[in-house]
């Protein structure tokens, strides 16, 4: 069984950092592409950043500058580092994790979520 904790959320001004991590446990083979999504109230989830097994990243353009995802293979960590938040920031933060549990099967995972809240 596969399990991914969240960590990092809290509530900041206009203008701090944040830094949330999401840590992968269980019987896993190998890991894929890992990203962070978020969903605010009355909003569809949208993707915030990824980062694939070679490194390459792509971001929301509402996040580009500010966010700097990055992953730890050795820890099974994902991080979202998050600068220069805005009250629009505000929003349930998940992690995504596409993982192999066997050579043959890949499938995607989410984490449970992180409130980040952004005060003005």
């Known amino acids: 069984q596969v399990q991914l904790v969240e960590s990092g959320g809290d509530l900041v001004q206009d203008g701090g950092s944040l830094r949330l991590s999401c840590v992968a446990s269980?019987?896993?083979?190998?890991?894929?592409?890992m990203g962070w999504y978020r969903q605010a109230p009355g909003k569809q989830r949208e993707l915030v950043a990824a980062i694939t097994n070679g490194g390459s990243t792509n971001y929301a353009d509402s996040v580009k500058g500010r966010f700097t995802i990055s992953r730890d293979n050795a820890k099974n960590t994902l991080y979202l580092q998050m600068n220069s938040l805005k009250p629009e920031d505000t929003a349930v933060y998940y992690c995504?994790?596409?993982?192999?549990?066997?050579?043959?099967?890949?499938?995607?995972?989410w984490g449970q979520g992180t409130q980040v809240t952004v005060s003005p």
């Open positions: 269980g019987n896993i083979f190998s890991f894929d592409t």
């Open positions: 995504n994790v596409k993982l192999r549990l066997n050579p043959y099967q890949r499938r995607p995972y």
